[in-house]
């Protein structure tokens, strides 16, 4: 199966992708790096709340939510073997 790049808040919930780029403005991207989203990483979609956002991911054993302002600039790649 073909690798898709998709931006983060296009992944699929219960879909794991691996981070690629993280684009946002640079205080969020500090933050998000400080908890270890960081390229590599593989993240997996589990939740969206009722109104559409913000979208719970985990990572590193650890669940967060992030707008999908903020998500739409972290890029990943999902369909990968093996992922």
Do not use: W
Not at 22 to 36: A, E, F, H, Q, T
């Amino acid at each position: 199966m073909n690798s898709t790049i998709i931006t983060l808040d296009q992944l699929p919930i219960n879909q794991k992708g691996i981070i690629l780029e993280l684009n946002c403005n640079p205080s969020i991207k500090k933050r998000l790096l400080d908890l270890g989203l960081i390229p590599g990483t593989y993240i997996t979609s589990i939740f969206t709340s009722p109104f559409g956002e913000p979208t719970a991911f985990e990572f590193r054993n650890t669940i967060i939510s992030i707008r999908n302002d903020d998500t739409s600039h972290i890029l990943v790649r999902t369909n990968m073997k093996n992922l």
